[in-house]
Each structure stands twice: as C-alpha cells, then as structure tokens.
Nanobody, 111 residues
Framework: QVQLVESGGGLVQPGGSLRLSCAVS????????TAWYRQAPGKQRDFVAG???????TYADAVKGRFTISRDSAKRTVYLQMNSLKPDDTAIYYC?????WGQGTQVTVSS
C-alpha cells in the first residue's frame, strides 16, 4: 500500500515560481517510482515529470527547461520545482506511484 499527499499549490503570477511536494508513505518502491502529472480543465491528465527506475529524470516537452523533479529519500518526499510559470500551466497537479494517485493540488497561474 502506497499513500501520496501533494501540497504546495496556489495562485501565482505569470513568470513566478512554485514548489510542489509529494509525501510518500508505504513501500520504498512506491517512492522510487513516483512521477508528476497534471490535468487542466477540460483536458486529459498528462505526464509532467518523473523518474526512471535508474533514477534519471524525464520531462514533458511543455515543461522542459522550466520544471525540475527531485526527491529526498530521508524525507520520503518528491518535489516539483516550477519556474517561469505560464497560464497554460494552470492545472491540478497529481503525484502518482504505480496505480496509486494523490488527491492533487491546484496550481493557478494568472494575473
């Protein structure tokens, strides 16, 4: 059993930054397999960033160069640092591990 709890969302102006956190409990393998997704209003849920089993990172083209995924094993927490935010980044951001999903945290980019 793996549990994931996202936090750190909020309202930010275009060009601003936010850091999302995903606290993971349960299997260490659930922690290692964690990735970030997002779902904008009226859109499907899309992959944003994640770790391969090797620990290497991968990013969606839309966020590459602006977002950075990282993790702290001691804290069992996965982070998504989001810089140079755009209105198109507005979405609910979800943490995923296998078939397990967090409840999401809302990110709104608006003036």
């Amino acid at each position: 059993q793996v549990q994931l709890v996202e936090s750190g969302g909020g309202l930010v102006q275009p060009g601003g930054s936010l850091r999302l956190s995903c606290a993971v409990s349960g299997s260490i393998f659930g922690f290692l397999g964690t990735a970030w997704y997002r779902q904008a209003p009226g859109k499907q849920r899309d992959f944003v960033a994640g770790f391969a089993s090797s620990g290497s990172t991968t990013y969606a083209d839309a966020v590459k160069g602006r977002f950075t995924i990282s993790r702290d094993s001691a804290k069992r927490t996965v982070y998504l640092q989001m810089n140079s935010l755009k209105p198109d980044d507005t979405a609910i951001y979800y943490c995923r591990s296998g078939i397990n999903w967090g409840q999401g945290t809302q990110v709104t980019v608006s003036s």
